[in-house]
């Protein structure tokens, strides 16, 4: 990832924002961007079929391929070409309701084994709600944007904050793009 476009958490003492849209000038049709509170893009989402989306940096470059699979299975790779063996994570879909969402995140170790699960993403997806727990710790948390005297909140643009600690803010975007899927 390039330094200058990455945001540091784990240094960060307080949270951080990215604001999450469609609308983000420069983004062309289907891609969604990351934005922070200048108003400057830092990732983007770009759907390049039914199964693949791609994480890019501010620059264009490829930082994470997912790949849905079957019924609420992903698998995310280092950069864009998906080989088996820049294979980061698997995420599966553990429960499904028109109202909540839940994803279990499973991590591929040296020996290409996955290990037990110690990251869960729970939700609403119709209110662009979503928690991500690594244990017993919140990671990062979407939520909508209200303004005072606002009647109908628009789910259009909505904010992710990333909370200090040592979780990679690329893996944390991939993870989003996957549970609004």
Sequence with gaps: MDSSNSIQTATAPIPVDLFVSKKHPGLTRGEIG????????IFKVNRQSSVKKVVLNSAGNPLVSLYHQDKGLWQGFKGDD??????MFRVQRTLSRLTRTEFEVFFVGENREESTSD?????????????IYKGNSIVAQTSLMYKLHQI???????????FPGSFDTTL???????FFD
């Design 34 to 41: 990351f934005a922070d509170s200048s108003g400057h893009i």
């Design 82 to 87: 998906g080989g088996e063996k820049d294979l």
């Design 119 to 131: 990251v869960k993403l729970k939700g609403f997806p119709f209110r662009r709600s979503c928690t």
């Design 152 to 162: 109908y909140v628009r789910r259009k643009k909505f904010r992710l904050t990333i």
């Design 172 to 178: 944390i975007v991939a993870l989003v793009a996957i």
